[in-house]
């Protein structure tokens, strides 16, 4: 059984759009998704970027947040067509993970907002799909979840690409999997959080995940 990890890109619908955010206050920009194999060894990617229904343009503050342009947008096709696609390459057998529950809770919502919560393969894909934020935290003992940064940075690896890129977000997600699979890197991983936290003053800042905060609509 293979192993899929997930990063969605998100923008939010418009607040003029009440009836629309009343199921989902937001689109879905940019799918990205690596798989590993049985050897946790990556054998297989996917990135594609979203054409939402209503968002018109990317706000400035997002497009500086994702790197992504209203240009990317307006050349990408919508998610009734993306969506399946990535359900196809996803396959039959795996598990699917992603960095805290907000994308599965995103799928579930857009699809019904846009009549696509029938799609064939969506049920398997929900019913395999693991928080790994909350499992990492679990594993090293913390009482809080943090954002992907700040777990990359404790456990002593670099980021690879650009934070709030899909494909780059997923790929990191996945090394982190991995290195709380082997016992050496995790011995070491729970070291350097133990080292971390040992004498900390907590703050205001160590309450929040502000990684998952979303900026107000423009």
Same mark, same amino acid.
């Given at each position: 059984?293979?192993?899929?990890?997930?990063?969605?890109?998100?923008?939010?619908?418009?607040?003029?759009?009440?009836?629309?955010?009343?199921?989902?206050?937001?689109?879905?920009?940019?799918?990205?998704?690596?798989?590993?194999?049985?050897?946790?060894? $990556?054998?297989? =990617?996917?990135?594609?970027? *979203?054409? +939402?229904?209503? %968002?018109?343009?990317?706000?400035?503050?997002?497009?500086?947040?994702?790197?992504?342009?209203?240009?990317?947008? $307006?050349?990408? =096709?919508?998610?009734?067509? *993306?969506? +399946?696609?990535? %359900?196809?390459?996803?396959?039959e057998d795996y598990e699917i993970f992603s960095w805290s529950d907000s994308d599965i809770w995103q799928i579930m919502n857009e699809t019904t907002l846009k009549n696509l919560a029938d799609l064939?393969?969506?049920?398997?894909?929900?019913?395999?799909?693991?928080?790994?934020?909350?499992?990492?935290?679990?594993?090293?003992?913390?009482?809080?979840?943090?954002?992907?940064?700040?777990?990359?940075?404790?456990?002593?690896?670099?980021?690879?690409?650009?934070?709030?890129?899909?494909?780059?977000?997923?790929?990191?997600?996945?090394?982190?999997?991995?290195?709380?699979?082997?016992?050496?890197?995790?011995?070491?991983?729970?070291?350097?959080?133990?080292?971390?936290?040992?004498?900390?003053?907590?703050?205001?800042?160590?309450?929040?995940?502000?990684?998952?905060?979303?900026?107000?609509?423009?």
């Amino acid at each position: 059984m293979h192993k899929i990890f997930i990063d969605l890109e998100m923008h939010p619908i418009p607040r003029a759009l009440k009836e629309q955010r009343e199921i989902c206050t937001q689109e879905i920009i940019e799918i990205g998704a690596v798989t590993l194999d049985d050897d946790n060894r $990556e054998i297989d =990617s996917f990135c594609e970027f *979203v054409r +939402p229904d209503y %968002v018109p343009r990317i706000y400035t503050k997002f497009q500086k947040l994702t790197g992504i342009t209203t240009a990317d947008i $307006e050349q990408a =096709s919508p998610l009734p067509e *993306v969506l +399946p696609r990535f %359900v196809k390459w996803c396959g039959e057998d795996y598990e699917i993970f992603s960095w805290s529950d907000s994308d599965i809770w995103q799928i579930m919502n857009e699809t019904t907002l846009k009549n696509l919560a029938d799609l064939p393969g969506l049920r398997y894909m929900y019913n395999h799909w693991h928080d790994f934020q909350q499992e990492f935290c679990e594993l090293l003992h913390l009482q809080k979840v943090m954002n992907l940064g700040r777990a990359v940075t404790l456990a002593g690896l670099d980021f690879t690409g650009r934070e709030h890129d899909g494909l780059a977000d997923a790929r990191t997600t996945s090394r982190l999997y991995v290195e709380s699979r082997d016992s050496k890197s995790f011995d070491r991983l729970r070291k350097l959080v133990i080292d971390a936290f040992s004498g900390h003053t907590f703050t205001m800042g160590d309450m929040f995940d502000f990684g998952t905060i979303s900026f107000p609509d423009e």
